[in-house]
Structures are given as structure tokens and as C-alpha cells.
């Protein structure tokens, strides 16, 4: 995982950019989202994997902040010419780590992103946190 979200295609209308409370309540909430985006876009067929992505990258995101549960985090969700760009933003400054070798419940997540979406990676933002991204490509 590494690099900018910012190349690659060009965006188009029908981004959203929304703040939730950093609780796995938000899981759902991202996944009800961007299945309705999608939809909207005339991408249904991509519903099943990008709600995978979405759902990984925000669990992350709830499950590994600095501050615990209750904070904030924030979703961009945005169209582009060749897919779409899901962005994910946690105030933690700890950088996301594939494990090798999962084993119970959890662990997986990055895996998971990295085997569907196109493209992935993070960036750190001042003062702190960072931007988990991944591009899923529509064919």
C-alpha cells in the first residue's frame, strides 16, 4: 500500500465526503452509502466488491485509532472516468500493516482490499492521521 490517491483518473460529479463517528455503527452506515451511490451511477454490478472495500477500510479505521472509540473519521467517496476512489481518514498515526499470516478472527482486512481494488495506498496528513485509499476500476 502506498502512493497518492490524486493520480490515475479523473474525477466526476457525484462525490460525497462525509464525517462519522468513529464507531462500528459506521461500518453499516458507509456500506448503505455506497451501495446507493453506486446504484446511482448505473455501477450496481460492482455494489458486492466495492461494499467489501469500503466496509475493510472502515473497519480499520474504527477498530485502530489512537483515541478508542468515539472520535471521528471521515469517507470520500468520489466517481471517476475509470471506477471509483474510496478514501477513509482516522486521526491515528499508525500506519496500516498487512499481516502475512492471519489467523482468527481479524486481520485480513488489507489483504482483502489489495486482492480487489485496482489500486491502494495511504498518506499521512498534518497534524496527524492519514488517508487510506483504494481504486476499484469498472470495466
Known amino acids: 500500500m502506498s502512493g497518492y490517491a490524486a493520480r490515475g483518473c479523473v474525477s466526476t460529479a457525484g462525490a460525497f465526503d462525509v464525517e462519522f463517528l468513529a464507531a462500528r455503527t ?6 448503505t452509502l455506497v451501495g446507493l451511490r453506486l446504484a446511482s451511477w448505473g455501477l450496481s454490478r460492482s455494489c458486492d466488491d466495492v ?30 472516468a475509470c471506477g ?5 481518514w482516522d486521526s491515528s498515526d499508525s500506519m496500516p500493516v498487512r499481516k502475512e499470516d492471519a489467523e482468527g478472527p481479524g486481520g485480513r482486512g ?7 481494488a485496482s ?11 492519514k488517508w487510506v485509499w483504494a481504486r476499484y476500476r469498472v470495466v
Request: net charge negative; glycine share 10%; proline share 3%.
Open 26 to 31: 459506521a461500518v453499516g452506515q458507509v456500506r
Open 51 to 80: 461494499k467489501l472495500i469500503a466496509s475493510e477500510l472502515v473497519t480499520n479505521a474504527v477498530v485502530h485509532p489512537d483515541e478508542g472509540e468515539g472520535g471521528q473519521i471521515r469517507v470520500r467517496f468520489t466517481r471517476e
Open 84 to 88: 471509483v476512489l474510496l478514501e477513509v
Open 110 to 116: 488489507l489483504a482483502i482490499v489489495e486482492a480487489m
Open 119 to 129: 489500486e491502494c495506498g495511504v498518506w499521512r496528513t498534518e497534524p496527524h492521521g
